[in-house]
């Protein structure tokens, strides 16, 4: 690992750190055990995510914007979705936080690069979020949704892999193999 | 309807596995896709096939399936891109057999390697949109 992208990992593990810690659980009444923290700290982790999608749009141009528009929308969407299971749950989903809020959590990205190997990094603690959650959740319609969107922010690490010019699928297990 | 055994889940994912590797042998050897991103495709798929393997010898008595080549192989393997066409739609199939496996599993342990898998076969799709100058992400 280069001293950049250790940096850029660090910056990725502290956004990610800060990006839920504080906000409070879903009030209301889901059961213990339900799944309903867990969901909210994965859309305290999707918030965020977005957000930062922002602050990378602003140093992007032509294909790499595009695709980064795309991802951000389905970031969006994620979130949507995950505030609708913890309802379902009988939970209020956890509010976010302002878009000045996040961005002072986020690394000062200069160029292309930086921000690239910055999504890379936020999309991999997505997809480790996602499938720690299969292990977790104590039901089949939420691990279904958690599956179908961790196959989702798989696209999205293999598309900023692309985007760097590297191969879309680093080695066949993306975290923990057989 | 009966709930699938776990053993049985993943034969089915064994037997996706290896028609994969057939399709990307096939298109390797009939020069049908990109040598590099062949080798790469079908090294990845050969170990999830081992870790499915694994997985199968600890989860009881077996029931292995026939994997036959795909009746549209032949046509597919006309042209590179026409072969990317054709991967990227058994790639995506696939990626849709392991979110399926990856919730229903009964073994919890396995749910997340599974879902390893599933990630992988998500970007083997990013690598064939490429290949064909698509967007990479579609939804």
Redesign the interface.
């Known amino acids: 690992m280069t001293r950049r992208e250790a940096l850029g990992g660090a910056a990725a593990a502290l956004v990610l750190a800060s990006c839920g810690g504080g906000d409070p659980p879903p009030r209301g009444g889901p059961r213990p055990g339900s799944g309903a923290a867990l969901l909210g700290s994965l859309l305290a982790l999707e918030r965020a995510v977005e957000a930062a999608y922002g602050a990378c749009e602003e140093v992007l141009r032509g294909d790499a914007l595009?695709?980064v528009r795309?991802?951000r929308e389905?970031e969006r969407a994620h979130a949507e979705r995950l505030e609708g299971l913890i309802r379902e749950l009988g939970g209020d989903p956890p509010p976010g936080r302002s878009a000045e809020e996040y961005a002072r959590t986020f690394p000062r990205l200069r160029s292309a690069d930086d921000a690239l190997r910055f999504a890379d990094q936020l999309e991999q603690r997505q997809?480790r979020a996602?499938?720690?959650g299969?292990?977790e959740l104590p039901d089949?319609s939420l691990?279904?949704a958690?599956?179908?969107i961790?196959?989702?922010?798989?696209?999205?690490?293999?598309?900023m892999?692309?985007?760097q010019g590297l191969?879309?699928?680093q080695?066949?297990?993306?975290?923990?193999?057989? | 309807m009966a709930e699938r055994r776990d053993a049985d889940v993943l034969e089915e994912l064994l037997a996706a596995e290896r028609q994969l590797i057939s399709i990307y042998e096939a298109a390797l050897r009939r020069d049908a896709i990109d040598a590099a991103l062949g080798e790469?495709?079908v090294?990845?798929?050969r170990?999830?096939a081992k870790?499915?393997e694994?997985?199968l010898a600890g989860a009881g008595p077996r029931n292995p399936l026939a994997s036959v080549p795909p009746p549209a192989l032949g046509a597919a393997l006309r042209s590179r891109t026409a072969f990317a066409r054709f991967a990227l739609d058994m790639e995506t199939e696939t990626?849709a057999a392991?979110?399926?496996a990856?919730?229903?599993i009964r073994d919890?342990?396995?749910?997340?390697?599974?879902?390893?898998?599933?990630?992988?076969?998500?970007?083997?799709?990013?690598?064939l949109r490429?290949s064909l100058g698509q967007?990479?992400?579609?939804?």
């Open positions: 595009r695709e795309a991802v389905q997809v996602y499938l720690e299969l292990a089949l691990r279904g958690a599956a179908e961790g196959a989702q922010e798989g696209v999205h690490l293999a598309t892999r692309v985007l191969p879309a699928a080695g066949p297990f993306v975290t923990g193999a057989l | 790469r495709l090294a990845q798929e170990e999830h870790g499915l694994r997985a990626v392991y979110v399926d990856a919730a229903t919890p342990k396995l749910r997340q390697p599974l879902g390893s898998i599933m990630a992988c076969e998500a970007a083997h799709q990013v690598a490429d967007p990479l992400v579609v939804d």
